[in-house]
């Protein structure tokens, strides 16, 4: 993707909140909240692999809301603003949605059935040319049974397939505008071709939901971002941040401030004032120069630079690409026996213990009991296990020629991230002394697709995520090493891992659980796709202008309640 990103070194803005009412962009200015992220803010899908990797959805969680939002802790709230959710009995499961008479876009457009649809298409896997960042939960569902401009709809899952974590699906961040993506696509409605199939119109649709609604800096198409939620975009610019404002077409409660400027990795850190230049910060550990002592202006209300590691729920690690160097299953296992895990969780994991799983985070309440029985072959780098496997993978090529012992790993992550920079040079201090060079080839336009390609690792929480990421439910998260999800950036095949994955999503039983990723763990620890690391630190700051900020734990980060923000 050809996306702009402009180094952060330091939290940023352009303006500030000044005591009470005013901001210091000018004496005209409304009332201004100044949010800090990690997140690139390149597009208005939150869903699609980029979108989800780029940690959109922290920006836009209260302009695209849906039936539920992750709260503080990631747990799944529903959001009766937009509708409700009702299941209905029968021997499968099957949900009745109904939005709100009221609820409606900022351009007028109601929010109806044709959102429902679209949303379920573009992220069920059943049809070709969507590049959504998961199909979990939204491959089991059936039918989303309902008329064009319907306000309610009949969502039936196929039979065995009663997703556990349903109340998670068509939440904030998956409801967007199917009449701008019709338009986009040059036709006059997006169900009747889905449900026909026709699959040149459904190409269409899939290539306005892709990238119709990608994001730059400069002038804004209000036409093309409608906003649903109390906040919608009035402007994006490199030196002025995405500035979010009320959304007077808002039927819910109004938002408490008038105006909140996100500050992601596209903005320019030229315009930071040296006095309270944020007001709300979220993003990951190491990113900011000095996180743990930056001057806001006043006193902190949240005197806890980062979040407790036992409450993390994501997980930041190593993906490792199933091609080039990594296509060989020894190599994978010598990278990991070269990484020096227990150091590297000591000096960057910000307390945090190492952390030996992909299917749950700390603070899951099954985790405890599992983290110690895997990876125990990789606690520390075993250098002569990772010289006797390059050794072994070596031998001859099928044309003759003697493969080298030694080998390079490029590895990536989105710069600038000074932590993820220093965690490179000390994987390639441990692994050049076992044959292995590593190089950083990170860049600040690096997204998934690089993987396999321009890279062999990415350095990402939750196996796909360069920002905040994970939820209360981990399901959604396992995903990762399904055979053939979008969020299995490694292509990793197990018939196994996959199997359990898909029952894990409707186990209900701890029991069954426990079971199920004991499978999961014990096939990813043997091929290994990925290297869990620690618990992913992140820096949740905000200042005591702001009240009502609430630390958000999950991937839509401590925006989860900025409608709620008020400045004092």
Request: proline share 6%; with cysteine; charged share 20%.
């Amino acid at each position: 993707m050809g996306r702009q990103r402009i180094r952060i070194a330091a939290a940023v803005t352009a303006c500030a909140a000044v005591t009470g009412l005013a901001s210091a962009c000018g004496e005209d200015m409304p009332p201004t909240v100044n949010y800090v992220v990690d997140a690139d803010i390149s597009s208005y899908n939150a869903n699609s692999v980029d979108g989800n990797a780029d940690g959109v959805l922290m920006a836009t969680t209260r302009v695209l809301p849906g039936f539920s939002l992750l709260g503080n802790a990631g747990q799944v709230t529903p959001d009766r603003d937009i509708g409700t959710v009702t299941p209905e009995p029968g021997n499968r499961l099957t949900l009745r949605y109904e939005f709100t008479p009221q609820a409606a876009f900022s351009d007028g457009q109601p929010l109806d059935c044709d959102d429902l649809v679209l949303a379920w298409a573009a992220m069920s896997g059943r049809y070709p040319g969507f590049t959504p960042a998961t199909t979990a939960g939204y491959r089991d569902i059936d039918d989303v049974a309902c008329n064009p401009g319907d306000k309610a709809a009949t969502v039936t899952f196929a039979a065995g397939r009663d997703y556990r974590d349903w109340l998670s699906l068509f939440g904030a961040g998956t409801l967007l505008p199917a009449h701008v993506v019709a338009r986009t696509a040059g036709i006059g409605d997006v169900i009747a071709p889905i449900r026909s199939r026709n699959a040149p119109t459904v190409k269409k649709i899939a290539a306005a939901w892709n990238t119709g609604f990608d994001l730059k800096p400069g002038p804004i198409d209000t036409a093309t971002f409608p906003a649903s939620g109390p906040y919608r975009i009035d402007r994006y610019s490199i030196s002025e941040g995405l500035v979010l404002v009320r959304n007077d077409a808002w039927w819910g409660d109004r938002a408490a401030t008038d105006r909140v400027v996100v500050w992601g990795r596209g903005s320019d850190p030229a315009r930071r004032l040296s006095e309270g230049g944020h007001d709300v910060v979220d993003v990951t550990a190491g990113m900011i120069p000095q996180d743990d002592d930056t001057d806001t202006g006043t006193a902190a209300v949240n005197a806890s630079a980062t979040g407790a590691p036992g409450d993390a729920l994501g997980v930041e690690g190593l993906v490792l690409s199933g091609k080039g160097v990594f296509g060989d299953v020894r190599v994978r296992r010598a990278f990991a026996s070269c990484v020096p895990r227990d150091a590297l969780a000591r000096q960057f994991g910000q307390g945090a213990q190492m952390w030996n799983l992909r299917t749950l985070a700390p603070a899951d309440d099954l985790a405890g009991s599992l983290n110690g029985e895997f990876g125990r072959q990789y606690l520390r780098p075993d250098l002569e296990r990772t010289r006797t496997l390059l050794a072994d993978a070596a031998g001859t090529a099928d044309d003759g020629t003697a493969r080298p012992a030694a080998r390079t790993v490029r590895i990536a992550y989105l710069a600038p991230t000074p932590r993820w920079q220093q965690m490179v040079t000390a994987i390639g201090e441990s692994c050049k002394r076992a044959g292995i060079t590593v190089t950083d080839v990170s860049s600040d336009t690096i997204a998934p697709g690089a993987l396999g390609t321009a890279a062999d690792a990415l350095i990402v929480a939750n196996g796909a995520s360069f920002a905040a990421a994970g939820a209360a439910d981990p399901i959604r998260d396992a995903y990762q090493l399904r055979g053939g999800d979008p969020l299995d950036l490694g292509s990793y095949r197990n018939a196994d891992a996959t199997r359990a994955i898909d029952e894990l999503a409707v186990a209900s039983l701890e029991s069954e659980r426990l079971g199920l990723v004991r499978t999961i763990e014990r096939a990813a620890w043997d091929q290994v796709p990925s290297i869990p690391l620690f618990a992913s630190p992140r820096v949740h700051r905000w200042n005591d202008r702001v009240g009502n900020v609430v630390a958000g734990l999950g991937r839509n980060g401590t925006g989860w309640n900025m409608d709620r923000w008020v400045l004092r």
